[in-house]
């Protein structure tokens, strides 16, 4: 049984940065994904981490200032954000799965319970 935890996320102000963590318990052999979800809007995928390294970034507006991350030594997943925005307000989830495809929430099987991150404008 694998279990994700999320780190705290909490409020940031507009152009600061916030870096989550995600640890896993169990095998951390799973592709890794970062999603979020605002109020009254769908989850949407943000970035991902293949287990054979490949990379995936979603949300257009997280290109070029997420950074997405693993360390298998210490079985911890990161996103690293930067720049950060008003509309990046969202309750972040990692996910893990074997994914046919990184940016698919349905392929993922496990999930964190999500962490709250606003960004004041």
């Known amino acids: 049984q694998v279990q994700l935890v999320e780190s705290v996320g909490g409020l940031v102000q507009a152009g600061g940065s916030l870096r989550l963590s995600c640890a896993v318990s169990g095998s951390i052999h799973y592709d890794m994904g970062w999603f979020r979800q605002a109020p009254g809007k769908e989850r949407e995928f943000v970035a991902a981490?293949?287990?054979?390294?490949?990379?995936?970034y979603g949300a257009d507006s997280a290109k070029g200032r997420f950074t997405i991350s693993r360390d298998n030594a210490e079985n911890t997943v990161y996103l690293q954000m930067n720049s950060l925005k008003p509309e990046d307000t969202a309750v972040y989830y990692c996910a893990a799965g074997a994914t046919n495809q990184l940016t698919l929430a349905r392929d993922y099987l496990y999930w964190g319970q999500g962490t709250q991150v606003t960004v004041s404008s």
């Open positions: 981490l293949g287990w054979s390294g490949e990379s995936a």
